[in-house]
T-cell receptor, first 118, second 114 residues
Framework: GAVVSQHPSRVICKSGTSVKIECRSL??????MFWYRQFPKQSLMLMATSNEGSKATYEQGVEKDKFLINHASLTLSTLTVTSAHPEDSSFYIC??????????????FGEGSRLTVL | AQSVTQPDIHITVSEGASLELRCNYS??????LFWYVQSPGQGLQLLLKYFSGDTLVQGIKGFEAEFKRSQSSFNLRKPSVHWSDAAEYFCAVGAFSSASKIIFGSGTRLSIRP
């Protein structure tokens, strides 16, 4: 079945640095990918919709300059947390829908990336 | 506005007992409904989904869910739970479109009593 791979799975960084998280659809093309954030013991909050070849669409309250999203190809979207601070520590999950011919539009999730900012 | 409500934050059932997790949704178009499971520190795994056809859908791990349009519900059920079913369960709704956002409920944490 379709697979979405996310890397790195865990990252620890110092406050003020930037961190990049990659999301790849391994066996299907994804014109749209989604980035979610999950706080401990809470649900997934949609941060933004990543669109191949165009700007991402951010949800209300999400800082565009803080969370840079680049969807440079049909199989890769990246989320860069810029000038990270401890409050950015969270579990970030990407997802993509397989809308190929004969597919069911299921949303596949990456394994998630746990970011810890010291 | 679209929304998903999971009224039960935490449920505890005995191993071998039946389970029902509730999900209600609000959606302006034909909904595409999902149930996902998440183990601690892990990503999400799809249990089942519904878009059209038979309103009772079968999923993996012995789970099933029934779509009831009149009640705007998509409850998840399992006849007999196993200790390995302890996890967080999320109901989600979207549209059948690649660009459609999928909105998640707040989740229900399932604990299994030995």
């Amino acid at each position: 079945g379709a697979v979405v791979s996310q890397h790195p799975s865990r990252v620890i960084c110092k406050s003020g640095t930037s961190v990049k998280i990659e999301c790849r659809s391994l066996d299907f093309q994804a014109t749209t990918m989604f980035w979610y954030r999950q706080f401990p013991k809470q649900s997934l909050m949609l941060m933004a919709t990543s669109n191949e070849g165009s700007k991402a669409t951010y949800e209300q309250g999400v800082e565009k300059d803080k969370f840079l999203i680049n969807h440079a190809s049909l199989t890769l979207s990246t989320l860069t947390v810029t000038s990270a601070h401890p409050e950015d520590s969270s579990f970030y999950i990407c997802s993509a829908r397989d809308m190929g011919v004969g597919r069911t539009g299921e949303l596949f999730f990456g394994e998630g990336s746990r970011l810890t900012v010291l | 506005a679209q929304s998903v409500t999971q009224p039960d934050i935490h449920i505890t059932v005995s191993e071998g007992a039946s389970l029902e997790l509730r999900c209600n949704y609000s959606y302006g178009a034909t909904p595409y409904l999902f149930w996902y499971v998440q183990s601690p520190g892990q990503g999400l795994q799809l249990l089942l989904k519904y878009f059209s056809g038979d309103t009772l859908v079968q999923g993996i791990k012995g789970f099933e869910a029934e779509f009831k349009r009149s009640q705007s519900s998509f409850n998840l059920r399992k006849p007999s739970v196993h200790w390995s079913d302890a996890a967080e369960y999320f109901c989600a709704v979207g549209a059948f479109s690649s660009a459609s956002k999928i909105i998640f409920g707040s989740g229900t944490r399932l604990s299994i009593r030995p």
